[in-house]
């Protein structure tokens, strides 16, 4: 139990400072992220699922995905221990939710937008830690 409430806490500390794509703000100020949308279940010996919800700020928001794809990269390269990553839009709360779900949960999709060059630098921007 405790191990999950500090991996849950680290997630949360990990995700709040990533910068949205368009807006000078991060996804917690803009409530795309907040402490509820992290869950953590331990799957294995030290392995945990850590699954994230995330708000985009509007139903048609045409950067849900590349957001979704900011939090996978920033929690793959800074959680501390091992981990499953499953990334969701929260229900409800973008008309394409179910694509996007898809899209930002599969490995080839993920690996194949980060060798884009343009996207991989706005992702870059957007998790790196502002001096």
Do not use: W
């Amino acid at each position: 139990r405790f191990l999950i409430a500090a991996h849950l806490s680290r997630a949360s500390d990990i995700i709040r400072t990533i910068r949205d794509p368009e807006k000078p703000n991060t996804l917690e100020e803009l409530e795309v992220v907040t402490e509820n949308c992290v869950e953590v279940q331990e799957i294995g010996e030290d392995e945990y699922l850590v699954i994230i919800r995330f708000t985009p700020t509007v139903p048609h928001c045409s950067l849900a995905t590349l957001i979704g794809l900011c939090l996978r990269v920033k929690l793959q390269r800074c959680l501390p221990f091992r981990h499953k990553l499953e990334i969701y839009i929260s229900e409800g709360t973008h008309s394409t939710e179910e694509d996007i779900n898809k899209q930002i949960n599969d490995k080839e999709r993920v690996a194949a937008a980060m060798e884009n060059p343009n996207l991989r630098e706005i992702v870059e921007q957007c998790v790196t830690e502002p001096d």
